[in-house]
């Protein structure tokens, strides 16, 4: 599905985002792990999120829904030999699914599942679970040792001290899952921080855990204490908005109910030292890890933007939104470069070539690096084709910077947006009018 997003002279109005899709995965995976029911309030509806509620149901928890984005998980808890056993969970899309979910069938004695997906999952690594989960002592093999599909057997795990390669929320994510599962208590140290979600959610389950600086460690646990959860509104999803609010004339535009934890602020951070006037009391980093998601609201209008330098230390902090950098960085003065973004080569696409592509053939003057890019800005957008590549945030991209752009931009594969944010059009129109 193609579509022409045309430029505009004004964006302005209040809006509010898209459910959080990595909350929305977490809380309904908690959900599934839990003896008693859980409530969840606004979650994401999206191709992602409902292979996820697809993957649980799959596993013998029942999802009982009350209305848009409200249900009640009945769960299979913690440990349990009523799980469906020798199937295979389809993930469809969702990277998230397909690393977090293993951390929890690793820990069932007994059971065996495959994980796989659609064309784009398949070209997904998953090794980097893999190694952890090995060293528990559960089995998993994967295509090549590093593509899905991924055959998991449950066994009884053991506690390791594991030390991420790269900045992962979804690999530490996994081994902290498992680690509820395993005898003694384990630990993940990261290089830099990522998005802090399941350690949140370990918190409000009154899971043992702790976090010393880089590290977080898990002990084992029979059951969840869990109730109720809320997700809060979108910041990848807002960032798209955002971005546009920074680059169309005459824009302003309220985000209201986005959660405003600072592993995920990375990007309004960046936006608001590139010039751009952001007004939020986003989260400072705190001592003690929070059980809950602070929400709030965040209003961004747009001025003159100066380049930038992202450095490998805020990139996790930002991951999902650095394509939305370079668009930015054709409008700021000067040099706009990222660095240690190596992670971005494994994506849905491979997002540094898709960018420097993308954003090259409307004329943006962008060049590729082995970890990240550099964009020569000032100059804009002039207009064109992109194509989204069957990437949500690709499409998104092409859309933003169309109506921004001098000509027009025409996204092939707009349909790529609904994997995250189905209502995306709809909102950029009414910001629009």
């Known amino acids: 599905m193609n579509r022409r997003f045309l430029p505009v002279d004004r964006l302005r109005g209040n809006y509010t985002p898209p459910a959080d899709k990595s909350i929305s995965h977490r809380a309904a995976l908690f959900g599934a792990m839990s003896a008693d029911p859980v409530r969840i309030s606004n979650y994401l509806d999206s191709h992602d999120t409902a292979a996820t509620l697809a993957a649980v149901l799959a596993l013998g928890a029942a999802v009982d829904e009350h209305g848009p984005g409200d249900m009640t998980i009945r769960g299979v808890g913690l440990r349990t030999p009523a799980a469906v056993t020798n199937g295979t969970l389809d993930v469809q899309n969702s990277g998230t699914l397909l690393r977090l979910l293993p951390g929890w069938l690793a820990g069932q004695p007994g059971g065996e599942w495959t994980l796989t997906g659609d064309e784009s999952i398949q070209r997904r690594p998953v090794d980097r679970v893999v190694e952890p989960l090995r060293a528990m002592g559960a089995g998993l093999t994967a295509r090549d040792e590093r593509f899905p599909p991924l055959h998991v057997v449950g066994a009884e795990l053991r506690a390791i001290d594991y030390t991420l390669p790269v900045a992962s929320a979804q690999v530490k994510s996994c081994v902290l899952i498992a680690g509820m599962l395993a005898v003694g208590q384990t630990s993940v140290t990261e290089p830099e921080q990522s998005r802090d979600h399941t350690e949140r959610i370990l918190?409000?389950?009154?899971?043992?855990?702790?976090?010393?600086?880089?590290?977080?460690?898990?002990?084992?646990?029979?059951?969840?204490?869990?109730?109720?959860?809320?997700?809060?509104?979108?910041?990848?999803?807002?960032?798209?908005?955002?971005?546009?609010?920074?680059?169309?004339?005459?824009?302003?535009?309220?985000?209201?109910?986005?959660?405003?934890?600072?592993?995920?602020?990375?990007?309004?951070?960046?936006?608001?030292?590139?010039?751009?006037?952001?007004?939020?009391?986003?989260?400072?980093?705190?001592?003690?890890?929070?059980?809950?998601?602070?929400?709030?609201?965040?209003?961004?209008?747009?001025?003159?933007?100066?380049?930038?330098?992202?450095?490998?230390?805020?990139?996790?902090?930002?991951?999902?939104?650095?394509?939305?950098?370079?668009?930015?960085?054709?409008?700021?003065?000067?040099?706009?470069?990222?660095?240690?973004?190596?992670?971005?080569?494994?994506?849905?696409?491979?997002?540094?070539?898709?960018?420097?592509?993308?954003?090259?053939?409307l004329g943006v003057d962008i060049e590729a690096t082995d970890d990240g890019f550099v964009v020569h800005g000032g100059t804009g957008v002039e207009g064109g084709s992109i194509d989204a590549r069957g990437d949500h945030r690709m499409a998104m991209l092409g859309a933003v910077a169309g109506i921004a752009s001098q000509t027009g931009v025409e996204v092939r594969g707009m349909e790529a947006a609904a994997v995250s944010y189905p209502g995306f059009e709809a909102d950029l129109k009414a910001l629009i009018a």
């Open 203 to 361: 918190c409000r389950a009154r899971v043992p855990f702790e976090r010393d600086g880089l590290t977080s460690r898990v002990s084992e646990v029979d059951e969840l204490e869990l109730y109720d959860l809320h997700v809060p509104g979108d910041p990848s999803s807002a960032a798209f908005i955002a971005a546009a609010a920074s680059i169309v004339p005459d824009a302003r535009v309220v985000i209201q109910g986005m959660g405003l934890n600072w592993t995920r602020t990375g990007f309004f951070r960046i936006l608001e030292r590139m010039g751009a006037v952001v007004i939020a009391e986003l989260e400072k980093r705190p001592e003690v890890i929070p059980s809950h998601e602070p929400i709030g609201e965040v209003d961004v209008a747009q001025a003159p933007l100066v380049a930038t330098t992202v450095e490998a230390d805020e990139v996790p902090l930002a991951i999902d939104e650095l394509p939305l950098v370079a668009l930015l960085g054709a409008f700021a003065e000067g040099d706009t470069v990222v660095r240690g973004a190596q992670e971005l080569r494994v994506k849905e696409t491979d997002r540094i070539a898709a960018v420097v592509e993308g954003l090259g053939g």
